[in-house]
C-alpha cells in the first residue's frame, strides 16, 4: 500500500531564509506526487504537481525516486508563506483517482 | 465562479445518533470525492463518484458510512450510529471529468461526536 511521510509536523524559518519541506513516499508503481497548501481559514488548494515541473509563487519540488522523495523548496521564504503544507501521492493504476496525503507540515515564517 | 460547498460547516452530536453532510461541487464537475481529516492527521480517502458510473466505495471504513450523489450534483455523506472515533473534518473534492483532473476542495464540515 502506498504511504506518505512528513517527518516534521511543524517547521519554523525566518522570512528570507531558505525552506525546504520534505516527503518521502513508499509506493511500488510509478507515482504522481503533489503539494497541496491549505492557508489560515481557507481551504485546502493544489501547490503544484510533479509532472507541471514547475515553479509556483516560488516553491519548486523534485521527485527523487532514487530517493523517492518530493521535498518542497523555496530560497527565500515569504511571511505569506505561512500555512499547513500536504504532500499527496496520486495511484498510476486503475484507481488513479485517490490520493493518499502525508499529515501535514504547519510552516511558520517569522518576521 | 463558485467552489466547493459543503454544509453545515460544523456539527456536533450525540453518540448514537444519526448525521448527513452535505457537498455541492463545482457545476459541469462529474467526479466527486469525500475523504475525512482525523485531528493530526492526513486525508483519507473515503468514496469517489464518477458520472453515473458505480462509485469506489473502497474507502468507508464501515457499515454505518454511506454516500450518495443526485446525478452529478449533491452529494450526502450519511453516519449511522456516530461514535466518538468519527469525530473529524469531512472534506468534500470535485473535478471536471477524471480522477486525473485537478481536484478543488470544499470548506469542509467539522464533526464532533459527544
Known amino acids: ?111 | 465562479g463558485a467552489g466547493v460547498s459543503q454544509s453545515p460547516s460544523n456539527k456536533v452530536t450525540e453518540k448514537g445518533k444519526d448525521v448527513e453532510l452535505r457537498c455541492d461541487p463545482i457545476s459541469g464537475h462529474t467526479a466527486l470525492y469525500w475523504y475525512r481529516q482525523r485531528l493530526g492527521q492526513g486525508l483519507e480517502f473515503l468514496i469517489y463518484f464518477q458520472g453515473n458510473s458505480a462509485p469506489d466505495k473502497s474507502g468507508l471504513p464501515s457499515d454505518r458510512f454511506s454516500a450518495e450523489r443526485t446525478g452529478e450534483s449533491v452529494s450526502t455523506l450519511t453516519i449511522q450510529r456516530t461514535q466518538q472515533e468519527d469525530s473529524a473534518v469531512y472534506l468534500c473534492a470535485s473535478s471536471y471529468r477524471t480522477g486525473t483532473d485537478t481536484q478543488y476542495f470544499g470548506p469542509g464540515t467539522r464533526l464532533t461526536v459527544l
Not at chain 1, 500500500?1 to 517547521?11: C, F, G, N
Not at chain 1, 516527503?23 to 488548494?45: A, D, I, T
Not at chain 1, 523517492?68 to 501521492?89: V, W
Request: glycine share 8%; aromatic share 12%.
Open chain 1, 1 to 111: 500500500a502506498q504511504r506518505v511521510t512528513q517527518p516534521e509536523k511543524l517547521l519554523s524559518v525566518f522570512k528570507g531564509a531558505p525552506v525546504e519541506l520534505k516527503c518521502n513516499y513508499s509506493y511500488s508503481g510509478s507515482p504522481e506526487l503533489f503539494w497541496y497548501v491549505q492557508y489560515s481559514r481557507q481551504r485546502l488548494q493544489l501547490l503544484l504537481r510533479h509532472i507541471s515541473r514547475e515553479s509556483i509563487k516560488g516553491f519548486t519540488a523534485d521527485l527523487n525516486k532514487g530517493e523517492t522523495s518530493f521535498h518542497l523548496k523555496k530560497p527565500f521564504a515569504q511571511e505569506e508563506d505561512s500555512a499547513m503544507y500536504y504532500c499527496a501521492l496520486r495511484d498510476s493504476g486503475g484507481s488513479n483517482y485517490k490520493l493518499t496525503f502525508g499529515k501535514g507540515t504547519l510552516l511558520t515564517v517569522n518576521p
